[in-house]
């Protein structure tokens, strides 16, 4: 049997002894259920020679598990006690890394330790998951960031909402810039939703275990993809037509080249047809617009509990 997941009265004691509380800033929201820990871990298909990210482990009852798995295990945590309290636990550890900080440098890109780690991962062939409880204020942009930098599998929990996001189709109330960039990286699968009482404190909102598997379609045309679709986005309620020529796009060639619809609406295109889109439009991006991923990730900054970030 596995090491046992932290009880809430052990996780209560661990932030005494660290002289900290779960903060909301950083999202923290701690896993206390046993079978839920086991999950997350199994989720990740995690093999002895997988580097294994975790962002936010707060206390550190997953990455127990997570280091019983893998022999690379490197987690990042933002608030200073906590580090110092994994470091304690884990230091001895030689399968243990420690990167404290925020997994964002800035808003949508990744720590640089953390690309850095994710570089000489990739030189060398390892492959490389991210199995975590993520802190809700960073889910979205963090989840493309990591696809963009090649990561092969992410398993994670995550607040409902964004969970509905991920795998939503074309037309929907939840279908978004997030939707598009995330489908055309990966394929998404949502194994179950989870209650708040798996957490503590208990968030006022559901979570979901999500597990995406990289099937990247996008290649290094990634961000520029994903300006051109959180331009047409901004026009959601405009036509497809109108959309294009207000991002700084020629409609004409485009409508013309795909044979798409002027007067549909953004939104009732699917991820595919936005990527054929793009590839019509992309000599004809416009200057000034955010130079991310994926514009502004729908769904980033809800409450979802995520151990710690």
Do not use: C
Not at 147 to 166: C, H, P, W
């Amino acid at each position: 049997m596995g090491p046992m997941a932290q009880t809430k009265h052990q996780i209560e004691a661990l932030l005494a002894e660290a002289g900290s509380h779960p903060r909301h800033r950083f999202g923290q929201n701690f896993m206390i259920d046993q079978n839920l820990v086991r999950l997350v871990a199994g989720a990740g298909e995690v093999a002895r020679g997988d580097l294994v990210v975790e962002v936010g482990p707060g206390t550190g009852t997953l990455t127990e598990e997570l280091l019983e798995r893998s022999d690379d295990v490197v987690v990042v945590e933002i608030d200073r006690d906590l580090a110092a309290l994994l470091r304690r636990r884990f230091e001895g550890r030689p399968n243990f890394r420690l990167i404290e900080g925020d997994a964002l440098a800035g808003k949508h890109e990744l720590n640089t330790d953390l690309r850095a780690v994710l570089h000489a991962a990739a030189e060398r062939a390892q492959p490389t998951k991210l199995v975590a409880n993520l802190p809700y204020n960073i889910a979205s942009p963090l989840v493309i960031g990591l696809l963009i930098e090649g990561v092969g599998l992410l398993a994670f929990t995550v607040q409902k909402e964004v969970a509905d996001r991920l795998r939503a189709g074309a037309g929907t109330e939840d279908y978004g810039p997030l939707t598009v960039m995330v489908q055309l990286m990966a394929r998404v699968e949502v194994l179950r939703n989870l209650p708040p009482q798996a957490f503590w404190p208990a968030p006022k909102i559901e979570s979901s275990l999500v597990r995406l598997r990289r099937e990247d379609r996008l290649g290094d045309s990634a961000r520029p993809f994903g300006r051109f679709v959180h331009a047409l986005f901004s026009f959601r309620r405009k036509t497809l037509r109108r959309a294009l020529a207000q991002g700084g796009f020629d409609a004409d060639a485009v409508l013309a080249a795909t044979g798409f619809d002027g007067q549909m609406r953004p939104e009732t295109f699917t991820p595919e047809q936005f990527l054929r889109m793009f590839q019509i439009a992309s000599g004809g991006v416009s200057a000034g617009q955010d130079d991310d991923g994926a514009g502004e990730a729908d769904g980033a900054g809800e409450q979802q509990p995520g151990d710690e970030e």
